[in-house]
């Protein structure tokens, strides 16, 4: 089995919204790891891709693309919507999910959003979702949850102690 937290903080009046997904045991089974690792390669894309000009549409539809192109190798037989609900991102700031006009989902230096790629295979039991928070600059994205623990290999670490 394995635990989703869906977490936050606030400080100085500003929120933060992070989520991680451990396995209960401390090691992931072949297929968790497998369905994990496209969830994390899904968040770094939109990390990579995230600039000035995007609209979160536009990031929700690249997770969108990169699942589709993934499913016959994960051997689901759904569409992607079957396994993912959500939309990846949201704007941050004072409150946990800010309020945006349609305006302002085009995304503008300064700009603070989550990334939160998720996975749900009902009929497997399994759910994963990995969110960090990433502040939109001049040039692309900066990763603000970059040190908190997510990859398989720190996560199995974590859970060893």
């Known amino acids: 089995e394995m635990v989703l937290i869906d977490l936050g903080s606030a400080y100085g009046n500003y929120c933060a919204d992070i989520s991680r997904t451990f396995p209960?045991?401390?090691?992931?089974?072949?297929?968790?790891k497998q369905l994990?690792?496209?969830v994390l390669a899904a968040q770094q894309?939109?990390?990579?891709t995230a600039k000035p000009g995007m609209t979160l549409q536009e990031l929700n539809q690249l997770v969108i693309d990169y699942y589709e192109s993934k499913l016959p190798e994960l051997d689901l037989r759904g569409?992607?919507?079957?396994?993912?609900?959500?939309?990846?991102?949201h704007q941050l700031?004072?409150?946990?999910?800010?309020?945006?006009?349609?305006?302002?989902?085009?995304l503008k230096p300064?700009?603070?959003?989550?990334?939160?790629p998720g996975m749900y295979i009902a009929e497997e039991g399994i759910g994963i979702r990995i969110e960090n928070?990433?502040?939109?600059?001049?040039?692309?994205?900066?990763?603000?949850?970059?040190e908190i623990p997510k990859t398989v290999e720190d996560i199995e670490a974590i859970m060893a102690k």
Do not use: P, W
């Open 36 to 38: 994990y690792n496209t």
């Open 110 to 116: 300064g700009m603070v959003i989550t990334v939160e």
């Open 24 to 32: 209960i045991n401390g090691k992931f089974t072949d297929r968790q």
């Open 79 to 89: 569409t992607v919507r079957d396994y993912y609900y959500h939309n990846v991102s």
């Open 45 to 48: 894309l939109v990390i990579d």
């Open 93 to 106: 700031g004072l409150d946990t999910h800010d309020i945006c006009s349609t305006n302002e989902r085009t």
């Open 133 to 146: 928070d990433v502040l939109i600059t001049e040039s692309g994205a900066i990763d603000l949850s970059a």
